[in-house]
């Protein structure tokens, strides 16, 4: 009986040790956020969000501020993007057996909207590889971080741990985190929401340097709108390929696609999809290689 009671504590007294540890990891992570996200919680409880829910979500030791992921958004340039490599050989073979994979979903989706498979395609080629890159920042962080910047002290806070990033000037920075505060709030409430209604965990979710998430690489506020359920299970899964194909074939015909549109109006469609010129011509490039 001794040495049970004896081992029995010494569990109990293993249990408390993690249980305070846990306890302490969570109250340095609230606090350390505290400084970046205090006056984002408020806004988004503010907003309807539920406080306890909010709080507790800051509150995990993942959820961060992302001062060196979000130093590259600053000087990204989407021109610098080496689109052309898609349209070689090994790209556009690995593109056909996609299409091949998911034959019944395309002629589907093209049933219902009216879009080439070809195209769909290559913009799930050109934004994640066919689904195979999907991104490996925290969509999370990556929108609380740059909708936090609407703070004036947080965007002091970020420019003193960013401003040795090269071709980064102050002015440059202020601008693009005024103007990007006010859109990254408007993504990150529209995240928070589809995490809701979906009953997903908003912090394992991971995306691009921008928080576009999913094969189809859709903003959190294209999915309510724009996104479709392709494989009918009731839910909007762009991390599905089903749904992805969906998704993407509503969204360009949304925007004006239709059967047998010529290149230059096409161009305009896929443009809305991302501003790049270089983005169109290789998605362009991509499909007729796709039909030859």
């Known amino acids: 009986m001794t040495q049970f009671t004896a081992w029995q504590g010494r569990v109990i007294f293993g249990f408390l040790c993690f249980l305070g540890l846990a306890l302490l990891t969570a109250s340095a992570a609230a606090e350390k956020n505290g400084a970046y996200y205090q006056s984002l919680q408020k806004r988004l409880i503010a907003d309807g969000f539920d406080a306890a829910v909010i709080r507790?979500?800051?509150?995990?030791p993942?959820?961060?501020?992302?001062?060196?992921?979000?130093?590259?958004?600053f000087v990204h340039r989407e021109s610098k993007v080496h689109y052309e490599r898609y349209t070689d050989q090994l790209h556009i073979e690995k593109a056909r057996v996609y299409l091949q994979q998911h034959q019944a979903t395309f002629a589907e989706a093209e049933n219902l909207?009216?879009?080439?498979?070809?195209?769909?395609?290559?913009?799930?080629?050109?934004?994640?590889?066919?689904?195979t890159l999907l991104g490996s920042r925290s969509v999370l962080n990556t929108l609380s971080t740059m909708a936090a910047l609407s703070d004036p002290k947080v965007r002091n806070l970020?420019?003193?741990?960013?401003?040795?990033t090269?071709?980064?000037?102050?002015?440059?920075?202020?601008?693009?985190a005024a103007r990007k505060s006010k859109w990254a709030y408007r993504e990150l409430?529209?995240?928070?929401?589809?995490?809701?209604?979906?009953?997903?965990?908003?912090a394992e979710i991971k995306g691009s340097f921008a928080g576009a998430m999913g094969i189809a690489q859709f903003m959190p506020s294209n999915i309510d709108t724009l996104g479709k359920d392709g494989n009918n299970d009731g839910k909007i899964n762009l991390f599905d390929d089903a749904d992805a194909i969906a998704s993407i074939a509503f969204y360009l015909k949304e925007h004006g696609w239709q059967p047998g549109i010529e290149r230059k109006k096409a161009a305009k469609v896929?443009?809305?999809?991302n501003h790049s010129d270089e983005y169109v011509d290789a998605i362009l490039s991509v499909t007729e290689r796709l039909k030859g």
């Open 113 to 131: 909207y009216g879009v080439d498979p070809e195209v769909i395609t290559a913009i799930i080629l050109v934004e994640t590889q066919l689904g």
């Open 56 to 60: 507790e979500l800051y509150a995990r």
């Open 166 to 176: 090269p071709d980064l000037t102050r002015a440059v920075f202020d601008k693009k």
């Open 189 to 202: 409430m529209a995240f928070l929401r589809h995490a809701r209604a979906q009953g997903f965990d908003p």
């Open 158 to 164: 970020l420019w003193r741990k960013i401003k040795d």
């Open 62 to 73: 993942e959820v961060k501020f992302e001062a060196k992921g979000i130093s590259v958004y």
């Open 270 to 273: 896929i443009y809305h999809y």
